[in-house]
């Protein structure tokens, strides 16, 4: 039953509760406390919601880039804003220390900006009719982008607000009109963030929220057949069932990853160290893109984790409201998961070298060392705080270990000599590598993929606009 608790969810151009009155609890990570619900919605509403969706698409579409941008940039200013009390339902959903739930706000405004400036500069193409055998110049091509209609865009608990707007705001941009799927948690950040964008003038059709039970909704909305194209991020099983049901459109997945840092014996380690740390343990682990794994030369492995272990052991651990570093995970599963892959490795021989301690959610960062191969966190992707470390012979061992993974989304590679780097890098299976620096998505406008199980398409701010628009080909005859 809707409290005063419940936040209503945009359905139908109103903002409204489910007419059966059912609703999905929010607990706090670390309050363990309820602090809000939201409507569960049914199949019938949303595709009663969905219709006046697909329908305002049309009149959308038709307006100048000028005016959707104008809408788009107010909707970055209100964010900003706002970023205290968005950043505030980020920390308390999905317990972001402060200063990242903020800054996650206004890395969203950034973004927003940045994508109307470069949908601006998005045109077509114009072709001769006689460049092939046979063709006439009496022909000319007119290769417009026309938005493929609307947009399915499912967010993830990690990034709430950042990770759902860099979808919603591309698919407006090139005048699509969009279904938004927040994860539950993180269903309340995600409903502020589309009232900012309301407030910011667009009409309420365009967007219908579907929150409710992944169970209920989650195979309805990719299977729907008003669905025109899905962009996901989440988990990799997530995003191959998606991939599996949905069909003759096109997707873009954003899936997990096991980011390896190779280290060859001449890098810096002291920079090393750092970004490693940095790498894999902000947010406590739970970023697709964390470092997860350290692949490095036998002969300088020993003081590289007593360099790990000395930044690792003053990182802060506690509330999101400190502005801890360490908080606690999402859900007790996924605390469980992590410590199941520290207790599979200590069994089979890993040593701690530090953490392994755990208070309900909360897991200390735990540091392993003399990870082998028959190790489930050699491979397995913990969403959360802790780092195995493996020792190889050379870099040949380290390459291949790096490929062996399912996993193909980023990876470092530490050594003072560039061209040796580089040369890594160009054996790497993996969407981007950072040459002497941690792995990260940003900054947001560059290209951001993953291979193999970590993803299809790419994301990026260009790259987002081109995944939501298709060529729609005029052929004048003279
Ligand atoms: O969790 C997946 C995100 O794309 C990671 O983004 O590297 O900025 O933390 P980030």
């Known amino acids: 039953m809707p409290t005063d608790q419940t936040v209503k969810t945009l359905i139908h151009g109103e903002w409204n509760v489910s007419s059966s009155h059912k609703t999905v609890d929010i607990y706090s990570p670390h309050k363990n406390e309820l602090i809000g619900q939201v409507p569960s919605l049914s199949q019938e509403e949303l595709d009663a919601s969905i219709k006046s969706t697909v329908e305002a698409q049309v009149a959308w579409e038709s307006k100048s880039i000028q005016d959707r941008g104008d809408i788009l940039k107010k909707w970055a200013d209100i964010l900003e804003e706002r970023k205290e009390d968005i950043g505030h339902a980020i920390m308390n959903e999905v317990a972001k220390k402060k200063g990242s739930a903020v800054s996650e706000v206004t890395r969203t405004a950034d973004y927003i900006r940045y994508t109307v400036e470069e949908a601006f500069r998005l045109d077509g193409d114009v072709k001769r009719g006689d460049g092939f055998k046979g063709g006439s110049p009496q022909k000319i091509g007119m290769v417009e982008k026309a938005p493929l209609g609307t947009i399915l865009a499912i967010g993830p608990f990690n990034y709430p607000v950042n990770l759902s707007a860099s979808k919603i705001a591309p698919a407006l941009m090139q005048g699509n009109s969009v279904i938004f799927k927040p994860a539950t948690q993180g269903a309340i950040s995600g409903i502020k963030m589309v009232e900012a964008l309301i407030d910011a003038g667009l009409p309420k059709e365009l967007i219908t929220i579907a929150t409710g039970r992944g169970s209920v909704i989650g195979d309805f909305l990719v299977q729907h057949p008003s669905v025109d194209m899905i962009t996901f991020t989440g988990g990799t099983g997530t995003g191959r069932h998606i991939s599996e049901l949905s069909s003759m459109i096109p997707v873009v997945l954003e899936l997990g990853g096991k980011d390896p840092a190779i280290v060859l014996e001449d890098a810096d380690l002291d920079k090393t160290a750092k970004e490693i740390v940095q790498g894999a343990y902000s947010y406590s682990g739970q970023r697709c893109t964390a470092i997860k794994r350290v692949l490095v030369k036998d002969e300088i492995a020993d003081e590289l984790a007593g360099k790990i272990q ?139 993929l993953g291979v193999k199980a970590s993803g299809l398409g790419v994301q990026g701010i260009q790259e987002s606009l081109l995944s939501v628009v298709r060529d729609k080909v005029t052929i004048i005859n003279m």
Request: proline share 6%; net charge negative.
């Open 310 to 448: 000395a930044q690792v052991d003053d990182l802060s651990v506690g509330m999101p409201e400190d502005n801890a570093t360490i908080t606690p995970l999402i859900n007790q599963k996924s605390a469980d998961d992590v410590q199941n892959l520290i207790d599979d490795a200590k069994e089979k021989g890993a040593t701690v070298v530090t953490g392994d301690k755990r208070e309900d959610n909360l897991l200390y960062p735990t540091l392993l060392d003399h990870v082998t191969a028959d190790m489930n966190v050699a491979w397995e992707e913990p969403f959360g705080p802790v780092l195995p470390i493996i020792r190889v012979s050379d870099q040949e061992e380290a390459i291949r270990l790096a490929n062996e993974s399912e996993y193909g989304l980023q990876a470092s590679v530490f050594s003072k000599d560039t061209e040796r780097a580089i040369s890594i890098a160009n054996r790497l299976e993996v969407g981007s590598v950072q040459l002497n620096a941690k792995t990260e998505r940003g900054p947001d406008h560059f290209p951001f």
